[in-house]
Nanobody, 124 residues
């Protein structure tokens, strides 16, 4: 069992930056591929970014490429999402998730554990 707790959300102006953090319980963090998803009001939860167990490969949804960076620190059981050049359309609840799937888990069903989410609001 893995418990995930996100932090770092908030209100930011368009063009600004935020860094989300997600800390996992347990001693097996490095055995999970980690991902970030987001869900805007009235919309389905969608993939944002993922990182492999060792952190050597990353995957991004097209609209965030070049603006968002996912990283992890296995010694701290933490995954991060650095978000730059934020746009109003980035407004959503952001969820961190852990997957036992192989490389490149970009679908929600491929993830086994989820955090409670953190709200990101970008004002235009």
């Amino acid at each position: 069992q893995v418990q995930l707790v996100e932090s770092g959300g908030g209100l930011v102006q368009a063009g600004g930056s935020l860094r989300l953090s997600c800390t996992a319980s347990g001693r097996t963090f490095s055995s999970y591929e980690m991902g970030w998803f987001r869900q805007a009001p009235g919309k389905e939860r969608v993939f944002v970014a993922a990182i492999t167990r060792s952190g050597t490969r990353t995957y991004y949804e097209d609209s965030v490429k070049g603006r968002f960076t996912i990283s992890r620190d296995n010694a701290k059981n933490t995954v991060y999402l650095q978000m730059n050049k934020l746009k109003s359309e980035d407004t959503a609840v952001y969820y961190c998730a852990a997957s036992r799937y192989g490389l490149g888990a970009v679908r929600a069903y491929q993830y086994d554990y989820w955090g409670q989410g953190t709200q990101v609001t970008v004002s235009s």
